[in-house]
Nanobody, 117 residues
Framework: QVQLVESGGGLVQAGGSLRLTCIAS????????MGWYRQAPGKQRQLVAQ???????DYADSVKGRFTISRDNAKNTVALQMNSLKPEDTAVYYC???????????WGQGTQVTVSS
């Protein structure tokens, strides 16, 4: 079992920055991908950014050039640096860890990010 705990959400004005952090605990000794998804009211949850344990990254087109994902495999953490935030970035952001061998996925409880115009 894996537990994910996010932190770092909040309220920020458009153009500002926030940094989200997720700490994984439990049975994390696996080939995995860690990342961030978000879900705005009335919309489906969507991928924001993800990084494999081999440091391959993927970003949603809407955040490329503004968001940066990073991870520390030794500390089992993944972070999302969000710059130049826009009101449309407002959502609940969820940390995700997926076992690439079994495809089993784990989710954090979510953290709210609100960007005011």
């Amino acid at each position: 079992q894996v537990q994910l705990v996010e932190s770092g959400g909040g309220l920020v004005q458009a153009g500002g920055s926030l940094r989200l952090t997720c700490i994984a605990s439990g049975n994390t000794f696996m080939v995995n991908v860690m990342g961030w998804y978000r879900q705005a009211p009335g919309k489906q949850r969507q991928l924001v950014a993800q990084m494999t344990s081999g440091d391959r990254t993927d970003y949603a087109d809407s955040v490329k050039g503004r968001f940066t994902i990073s991870r520390d495999n030794a500390k089992n953490t993944v972070a999302l640096q969000m710059n130049s935030l826009k009101p449309e970035d407002t959502a609940v952001y969820y940390c995700n860890l997926r076992n690439l061998v079994t495809s089993v996925a784990y989710w954090g409880q979510g953290t709210q990010v609100t960007v005011s115009s």
